[in-house]
């Protein structure tokens, strides 16, 4: 597929998304929602993508978040396309491993997409912040169901009630920050977590994700180990013959040959 606003590549099993409008630090229209909802369309159902790395484009920006101006000229909000905004916060099936690598603003909108992946590596010059109360609206994008999640409910609420920008430091503190880096070594930080986790067997990554996230809306610790037997990646990890290969590859004092199955 040919993409107008975003920039896709593919090698050694990951998908690297670009958010690729830097004049405007890569503001979401209406264009990038759909280009957006392709792309990880295609990452979820290609069985030879086991992780996916989001960016933007330049140095200035991950993401603004929403293309406010582009809303005001035509009279309406964006209309969002089947998995949410940008085609990723509404995407609870998902079990691939994400990680965002943010340089730079990183707000609204652009935040919450930050927020919907697993890992976040940012440079100490990205900045963070749900502004929405701003312009009369509520971060409705992930933002405040996942902050208060991820972070703890009184550190939630001061940044959402006062709209604030804050520091990457600060999200370090916080928590939503996985790695803070120099913006020198982003590139080779983002693709050293690549690397570590394309170490392990994919299938097992995608249990434990889907593990980590369904036990969070579990009852209780004890309902949530009851509950992980069905679920369905951890089934799959459980039955497959990677497996076999990690029990064997260890026996064998060798590095495991993962199949994806």
Known sequence: MTYQFIEVTTAEHITRVTLNRPEVLNAINQGMHDELQAAFDQFQVDEQQYLCVVKGAGERAFSAGSDLKSIAKAGKPHTYPKSGYAGLIERYD????????VDGVAVGGGFEVALACDILIATPRSRFGLPE????AVALGGGVHRLARQIGLKQAMGLILSGDIISAAEGYRMGFVTALVDHTALEDATATWCEKILSCAPLAIRGSKQAVLRGLDEPSLEAAMRAQHDYPDFKACYSSSD???GAQAFAEKRAPRWLGR
């Open 94 to 101: 998902l079990t691939k491993p994400l990680i965002a690598a």
């Open 133 to 136: 109360p701003h312009v009369g």
């Open 243 to 245: 497996r076999l290969e």
